[in-house]
Nanobody
Framework: QVQLVESGGGLVQAGGSLRLSCSAS????????MGWFRQAPGKEREFVGI???????RYADSVKGRFTISRDNAKNTVYLQMNSLKPEDTAVYYC?????????????????WGQGTQVTVSS
């Protein structure tokens, strides 16, 4: 059983930056693909990006060039660096994990989820 805990959310002005962290325990972190998703009020949970176990990353078009995912397998932690933030990035951000990803952008592909951290971008 994998446990995930996100941190680093907060309130930031448009154009600012935040770095989210997701710490994992209970599994072999290096063997898991780690995804980031977000959910705004009244909207479905949407894919932000993924770091596969080998470190290859993929991003949603809406965040490409602004967000970067990195992972530190020694610390069992994955990071989401968010730059040039926009008000439309406001959401609860979740990290997710699974060993086998069928469709990386689909939330149902992930078995393990964190509790989420709120990111609010003011205009």
């Amino acid at each position: 059983q994998v446990q995930l805990v996100e941190s680093g959310g907060g309130l930031v002005q448009a154009g600012g930056s935040l770095r989210l962290s997701c710490s994992a325990s209970g599994g072999t972190f290096s063997s898991y693909a780690m995804g980031w998703f977000r959910q705004a009020p009244g909207k479905e949970r949407e894919f932000v990006g993924i770091s596969w176990s080998g470190g290859v990353t993929r991003y949603a078009d809406s965040v490409k060039g602004r967000f970067t995912i990195s992972r530190d397998n020694a610390k069992n932690t994955v990071y989401l660096q968010m730059n040039s933030l926009k008000p439309e990035d406001t959401a609860v951000y979740y990290c997710a994990a699974d060993k086998t990803i069928v469709v990386f952008s689909r939330p149902t592909s992930y078995d393990y989820w964190g509790q989420g951290t709120q990111v609010t971008v003011s205009s």
